[in-house]
């Protein structure tokens, strides 16, 4: 007798399988989350009073594909949902996979002051999200957030995202094409 394939949401929602397999379809989720989607795992992570079930769902929302999605999540990651210590982890994720939203959510938290997360993970975590960026637009901003927050023996992470934006602005404009142009002629 076959078992029929659940959705990751059913999957989920049923807490059936193991830690890991509802971890895995928690994931899923959340990266294939939509407005709906992410607001349901945000009450979710509202109303569990365990810091690891709590962070476990934020860090799911924080896989999300969806621009505006990662921008919302800045704001949750500085937030009092977030268990302490979580906000740089919180944004170091959202940031790996949508780090132009993310910084531009940033922003206006840098120009306000301190954020909640330790100086030295900000000083990693901040030029990180810039690094995964091909905007250029970004080295400007990560070199004036190295000038306003960090010692200027300190801004190793902010030369290390600068040289990340650059390759990725080249790889953007030149390898993809090429990968686009042999995919399509593979493709006939």
């Known amino acids: 007798m076959t078992k029929r394939c659940r959705a990751p949401n059913e999957f989920f929602a049923a807490g059936q399988g193991s830690i890991a397999d509802q971890r895995a379809a928690l994931d899923i989720i959340g990266l294939a989350a939509d407005g709906g989607t992410f607001d349901a795992l945000l009450a979710r992570a509202k109303a569990v009073q365990d810091p690891q079930g709590k962070i476990r769902i934020l860090r799911a929302m924080a896989l999300a594909t969806e621009p505006s999605l990662s921008a919302r999540m800045v704001d949750i990651a500085l937030g009092p949902d977030a268990p302490a210590g979580s906000s740089g982890e919180l944004l170091a994720i959202a940031g ?59 801004r190793r992470p902010v030369d290390a995202a600068v040289a990340s934006i650059k390759l990725n602005e080249r790889v953007k404009a030149g390898a993809l094409v ?11």
Request: charge should be negative.
């Open 96 to 154: 790996d996979e949508n780090p132009d939203s993310v910084w531009r959510a940033l922003a206006p938290h840098l120009a306000k002051g301190p954020l909640p997360i330790d100086q030295m993970e900000r000083w990693y975590v901040i030029p990180g999200i810039a690094a995964a960026s091909a905007d250029p637009t970004r080295i400007d901003d990560v070199r004036h957030y190295g000038e306003q927050d960090m010692p200027a023996d300190a």
């Open 178 to 188: 090429d990968i686009d142009r042999w995919i399509a002629s593979r493709a006939r």
